[in-house]
């Protein structure tokens, strides 16, 4: 089973089924009634927000061969829209910026928008991780916005919408994506597992949800995995352990870039998790833990029976050998540091800077 499974099955086919976004749902629809066609929109907001689900019933809505033009919902029954819920339309394109290639994404861009459509009234370019595209593809794309061919559709969509030139973001019309709240993604996580007869208590659900941060798609893959690992069966301590093993991972990649004194791959990291939506003092703060017992270990592996109740046992066996990878001057240095970015954490007018500083120094 993919984790994406309950993301791709769940995911809304209609715009009245898309969860807590109606400052963006109302003026869509009422565009839609009113033929009222941007070329380009800017769907903005954290991950898990419903950006391209949006965005693909915008597309579906516009080439719905059936719709009228006083309604705004798709039928999901023509060609069109059937073909789209497929994944295979040929007018609709989409583009991840972030793993495409690079080189090639303004290339094919640039070839693409010269054709109109094969079968529908507009074709459709969808943009994700917008903000990740090369200079190529902006100014690729800049020159059809100037002057779009009647036919052409454009989706940015981004959570860093301040990163696109100011070129491009004076020509999209922009929609603001809001944070789902805890009891939206309750209530949804609920539904599925009704519909799945999966069994749950109610403080595991909510513990997902509380561990996705407002991202309904985490939320739907973390409860994937765990209806997987204990059939069907999703209790408080089965989520808890889950994410604590997930944790003790992420901060082990983190661990590894600091003891082998890697600058680029650990500012990287950090504003990774920080673009995730992952709350930086609580980071801090498991990561403090974590080279505390790599201190105690190294000051005698003997030590280990205090951290028995804290770890498992393969986490031991990588605390062990993480060990290696410190001597313990750099330890105690790295661990005084990160408890003063703790201090600084509350203070800071830029989330990142503490850890980058501490980073750029220390490493
Ligand atoms: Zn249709």
Known sequence: ?????????????TFAQVINQKNVIKPLANALIHGQISHAYLFSGLRGTGKTTV??????????????????????????CKAINLGNALDLIEIDAASSGRVDDARSLRENIKFPPVSSK?????????????????????KTLEEPPSYVVFIFATTEPDKLPATILSRVERYDFKKLNLDDIISCLKSICKQEGIKFEEEAL??????SEGG????????GQISLITNQNITKKSVEDLIGAINFERIRRFIVFLGKKDKEKALEFINNIFDEGYDLEVFNREVLNYLRKILLLKISPSLGKILEKEATSDEMTILFKQ????????????????IEIQVQLRRTPIPTLPFELGISEEL
Do not use: G, W
Not at 62 to 77: A, T
Not at 330 to 336: A, D, G, I, S, V
């Open 206 to 211: 909510r513990l997902i949800a509380v561990y």
């Open 122 to 142: 507009y074709k459709i370019f969808i943009i994700d991780e917008a903000h990740q595209m090369t200079k190529d593809a902006f100014d690729a794309l800049l």
């Open 323 to 338: 060990a290696d990878l410190f001597d313990t001057p750099f330890l105690e240095k790295l661990l005084k540091r990160f």
């Open 216 to 223: 309904l798609r985490d939320a739907q893959s973390l409860l």
């Open 1 to 13: 089973m993919s984790q994406l499974v309950f993301y791709r099955k769940y995911r809304p086919q």
């Open 55 to 80: 965005a693909r019933l915008l597309a579906k809505a516009l080439n719905c061969q059936n719709r009228k033009s006083n309604e705004f919902e798709s039928c999901n029954q023509c060609d069109s």
